[in-house]
């Protein structure tokens, strides 16, 4: 079974301020893929990150990076200098071969200005 | 459009009458996933199709849950008999297949009174 768990329901932070959202994963599949999504107030869930489990190299994107620990099983999302742009449920998922993917509860951010 | 289309955007159904949610997936997509998303919890998965076929329909909550893609683009989801229980907003999402990232369209809110 797989198991994604995303233990910060909601999190609110002044702008400018750094914000990391945690995301930890079960799977007893030795290749998977993680991804993290956006989903604004209009409802769209917006892709923006996919890890396949063999590259553990850390990510960055403009404000936004990453950081994957197999060791902990652990996948989390770190925005630096938080905009109110950024406010959003964001979501954790982890897909295997199956196709399909689990995503966790998600984290509700709030960046208040 | 670019993107994946969801019709309706908004449904209203009695309690046992027979719904029909439509997915238009980006053109040249394969994969295509339904999704259905309670308030306050993550995308739970229904169903995902590679190209024509179900590829996985484990997700499917029950025999009132149909869905299909006969020509490998268009897909229709279908609940019959409607609970008060199915209301919830029904994701749709395609890729160029599997484990990669997917696309997601707006969804439909169904709500069943």
């Known amino acids: 079974a797989q198991k994604v768990t995303q233990a910060q329901t909601e999190i609110s932070v002044v702008e400018k301020e750094d914000v990391t959202l945690d995301c930890v994963y079960e799977?007893?599949?030795?290749?998977?893929?993680l991804f993290w999504y956006k989903q604004p107030p209009s409802g769209e869930l917006v892709f923006l990150i996919r890890?396949?489990?063999?590259?553990?190299q850390n990510e960055i994107s403009g404000r936004y990076s990453w950081n994957f620990q197999k060791s902990t099983s652990s996948f989390n999302f770190t925005i630096t200098a938080s905009q109110v742009v950024d406010s959003a449920v964001y979501f954790c998922?982890?897909?295997?071969?199956?196709?399909?993917?689990?995503f966790g509860d998600g984290t509700t951010l709030t960046v208040k200005p | 459009g670019a993107g994946v289309s969801q019709t309706p955007s908004n449904k209203v159904t009695e309690k046992g009458k027979y719904v029909e949610l439509r997915c238009d997936p980006i053109?040249?997509?394969?994969?295509l996933y339904w999704y259905r998303q309670s308030l306050g919890q993550g995308p739970e998965f229904l169903i995902y199709?590679?190209?024509?076929?179900?590829?996985?329909d484990s997700g499917l909550p029950n025999d009132r849950f149909f869905a299909v893609r006969p020509e490998g683009s268009v897909s229709t989801l279908k609940i019959q008999r409607t609970e008060r229980g199915d209301s919830a907003v029904y994701l749709c999402?395609?890729?160029?297949?599997?484990?990669?990232?997917?696309?997601f369209g707006q969804g439909t809110r169904l709500t069943v009174v």
């Open positions: 890890r396949n489990s063999f590259d553990e």
């Open positions: 999402a395609s890729g160029t297949g599997r484990d990669t990232e997917a696309f």
């Open positions: 998922a982890l897909s295997t071969n199956a196709g399909k993917s689990t």
């Open positions: 053109s040249g997509h394969t994969a």
């Open positions: 799977t007893r599949d030795t290749t998977y893929y």
């Open positions: 199709f590679q190209g024509t076929g179900a590829a996985d």
